[in-house]
């Protein structure tokens, strides 16, 4: 039986346009996809060995993740290591009532300096307005 998990938009609608290589890009949805409800992720070794790749290849992976705050980490997980989870408001939740009130909780902490803000890309050009034609030439 397979879980029902509602995905944030926000990171969703902007992940092509981040300035990181595809291979992170692609490891980022793998994050997701195996993240708990909320964020938490695996452990380092346990991502190494389901993504079929050494431990030291997951840390060059999430380098760019950890710089755009998509991927939090803090101390104290196995043998005094890394724990690692998605910021909340890249996490999938189990319902929409969920994923609301963490996207709330996240604001709040955000403003009080308790958790970073993502660092996507703002949107370059607005959309053409209603009836105006992009000027497409072929090359």
Known sequence: MSRLAVMSPVVAERIWALPVGAAAVKFFQYLVFRS?????????????????????????????????????????????GNRYRLHPLAAKYSSTDEMEAAFAKALKDMQAGRLPGLILPEYQAVPPSGGAQPELRIA
């Not at 431990?55 to 043998?79: A, H, K």
């Open 36 to 80: 708990e409800s909320g964020g938490a992720l695996p452990s380092q070794r346990q991502m190494a060995r389901e993504y079929q790749v050494t431990p030291s290849t997951i840390s060059t992976l999430m380098e760019p993740l950890f710089d755009r705050n998509l991927v939090l980490r803090s101390g104290g997980g196995e043998r005094g």
